[in-house]
């Protein structure tokens, strides 16, 4: 296998102090759980953990060197091959910086309020038949993942896609800077993260920093559909030689024209810059459907065909908690889960019940939605919970499972007829869940993630597998 840094460049790129031979690496890790022989270890500190107490671990599971601070050297430059320096994180975003420094490859980053790992996902698996494809894994999109993500890309990467979030106002900026994208999008804007700012506009704010990062005449897309669209390009038009709209309002550059949704899939026509364009998405789901204009929008700016990346989006899957479904059982008496236990805003679980209001159900099966909390809301937390109960009853949604102080506003403005029942978290709802499911159920489970609600998913697929 190719190198992903030489040990010359690796070493110019870091700075600090090498105690012994530092050999070639093939990859980066910051966490010895998925560690790889030859990988670079990064001993990251922390609030809860010290990467440096895991250095040993790591030469163990066969790193190739380790990258720690410079107060620890003393007591692990004979565990292995080690750089010291003064701050890991800082070096670690040093060395993003000379990955994208030598990289020739097309940048596109993608920030929003909802849909940014999906959307990021996508992009990633329909770059990737048209030429070497480097995206973030998982959710790495905060100030270590990042710099991590880069320090991954190979040189030889053709397309590069990066997923950047934010909790508070200025932390988007430098970590555009840091990629220099081509292409940036924001798939929306919506009340998230309510609790560090004051307002939705503000939100809106922190994602146009985006586009602080964005290459001179670069490429913005931008949703039509939401109500912040003209607030954002003024972001965009500072740097942006090009704005891109996306949606299914009048006027938007790639547009829906009609959908045809199935609890399978969904099948488009759009206007794709006045050329009429039809094709099918592997999931269902409205929000999924317009996400992959987004998609393909992305993909005509950075030179990439886009009816290649059309043609590939029927194979495409949700990620893991964020709408993947399983199928327990046979027929009509098999249980189906949609997990969407990762993360929950407001949105997102109007578009999720959504999904459900359209799951097909095994025979004399229900449709069922479990739901804890949503977190980061700060003082409209209540109403917008309480909002959730109209959403619950418009999916159609025989039943309603729901844990969290939060969700009791939900909870008492269901109607009766719709209360399977309630509880202060999800271990006390998890055992009322699986006592209440029956043949051919389909199960919808969403909260964020401090809800852990993923804890009810893993009780119900052992439940219904007989385990």
Known sequence: MKPIWTSDRLIAALGGT?????????GVSIDTRTLQPGDLFVALTGDSRDGHAFVRAAFDKGAA?????VAHHAELQNTGPVIAVEDTLDSLQSLGIAARERSSARICAVTGSVGKTGTKDALRTVLALQGEAHASVASYNNHFGVPLTLARMPETTRYGVFEIGMNHAGEITPLSKMVRPHVALVTTVEAVHLEFFKSVAGIADAKGEIFAGLEQGGTAVLNLDNPHFDRLVGYAKERAGRIVSFGAAEGADVRLVTLALDPEHSTLEIDYLGKRMRYEYGSPGRHLALNSLAVLACVGALGADVDAAAGAFSAIKPPPGRGQKFRIGAGDDAITIIDESYNANPASMRAALAVLGAAATGKNGRRIAILGDMLELGPAAPTLHAEIAEAIEASGADLAFLCGPLMKNAWDALPVRIRGAYAGDSAALE??????????????????????????????????AGT
Do not use: W, Y
């Open 18 to 26: 090498d105690s012994g031979a530092i050999p070639d690496i093939s």
């Open 65 to 69: 060197a380790a990258l720690i601070n």
């Open 431 to 464: 055992s009322q869940v699986t006592r209440a499911l029956t043949s051919g159920d389909t199960l919808m489970i969403k909260g964020s993630l401090g809800s852990r609600m993923g804890r009810i998913v893993e009780a119900v697929k052992k439940q219904s």
